[in-house]
T-cell receptor, first 112, second 114 residues
Framework: DTGVSQDPRHKITKRGQNVTFRCDPI?????LYWYRQTLGQGPEFLTY????????KSRLLSDRFSAERPKGSFSTLEIQRTEQGDSAMYLC??????????FGEGSWLTVV | AQSVTQLDSHVSVSEGTPVLLRCNYS??????LFWYVQHPNKGLQLLLK??????LVKGINGFEAEFKKSETSFHLTKPSAHMSDAAEYFC????????????FGAGTTVTVRA
C-alpha cells in the first residue's frame, strides 16, 4: 500500500495526558498537512510542511499542539495536556507541489 | 475569503436512480474546486477536481460535476446510484494564494435504498 499511513488509528486517553500521532506520507511527496475533523463537520486545516519546514499553523493549533517533520519524511502531531474538546479525527495528507492532496484514513482521538 | 456551502445535509435515493449533491461556492477569483468522499471510518478520497479547464468534470465511479460561474455552483451528479455510494460527500475549495489550504463544506450524507 503506497497511500498515506497514520498510526494509531484509534486512541482513547484520559484528560491531561499527552498523545502523539504519526503520519507517513506518500513517498516523494514534499508537502504534508494535518487537518482536524469533528463529528458532523468537514475537516479544518491545522498546519502544513514543505519538506521539513513548517510553513503555516492555523489559529486552531493552540500551544498544546506541536507538529514536526524532522527529516522531511514522516511527521508527528503531539497534543499535550489533552482536553475533552480535543476529541476529533486527526487527518494527515500529502501532495507533490501544487497538485492533488491525498488523505490518510485518520487517527481518532477520544479524551475521557 | 473563499468558502463552500453544501445545500443538503442528507440525501436519500433508491438504487439505480440519479444522485444530485448541491454545492455553491463563494470566491473573488476563479477557484479550484473539489469533491471528496468519505466512507465510514475511512479517510477522504478525491472524486474529481475543477481547475479552470473544462467546466464539466468527470471523476471516478461514474460521478461528474459541472462548474457554473453564473450560478456560483459546482453540483455533483451520478446517473445511477449504487449501494456502495452510501457515504459522506464534501465539496471543497482551495485558497488561491495558498493552494494547500482546503476549505470544506459541512458535508452531505448519502443513503442508498435497495
Amino acid at each position: 500500500d503506497t497511500g498515506v499511513s497514520q498510526d494509531p488509528r484509534h486512541k482513547i486517553t484520559k484528560r491531561g495526558q499527552n498523545v502523539t500521532f504519526r503520519c507517513d506520507p506518500i513517498s516523494e511527496h514534499n508537502r504534508l498537512y494535518w487537518y482536524r475533523q469533528t463529528l458532523g463537520q468537514g475537516p479544518e486545516f491545522l498546519t502544513y510542511f514543505q519538506n521539513e519546514a513548517q510553513l503555516e499553523k492555523s489559529r486552531l493549533l493552540s500551544d498544546r499542539f506541536s507538529a514536526e517533520r524532522p527529516k522531511g519524511s514522516f511527521s508527528t502531531l503531539e497534543i499535550q495536556r489533552t482536553e475533552q474538546g480535543d476529541s476529533a479525527m486527526y487527518l494527515c495528507a500529502s501532495s507533490p507541489m501544487g497538485n492533488t492532496i491525498y488523505f490518510g484514513e485518520g487517527s481518532w482521538l477520544t479524551v475521557v | 475569503a473563499q468558502s463552500v456551502t453544501q445545500l443538503d445535509s442528507h440525501v436519500s435515493v433508491s438504487e439505480g436512480t440519479p444522485v444530485l449533491l448541491r454545492c455553491n461556492y463563494s470566491s473573488s477569483y476563479s477557484p479550484s474546486l473539489f469533491w471528496y468522499v468519505q466512507h465510514p471510518n475511512k479517510g477522504l478520497q478525491l472524486l474529481l477536481k475543477y481547475t479552470s479547464a473544462a467546466t464539466l468534470v468527470k471523476g471516478i465511479n461514474g460521478f461528474e460535476a459541472e462548474f457554473k460561474k453564473s450560478e456560483t455552483s459546482f453540483h455533483l451528479t451520478k446517473p445511477s446510484a449504487h449501494m456502495s455510494d452510501a457515504a459522506e460527500y464534501f465539496c471543497v475549495v482551495s485558497d488561491q494564494t495558498n493552494d494547500y489550504k482546503l476549505s470544506f463544506g459541512a458535508g452531505t450524507t448519502v443513503t442508498v435504498r435497495a
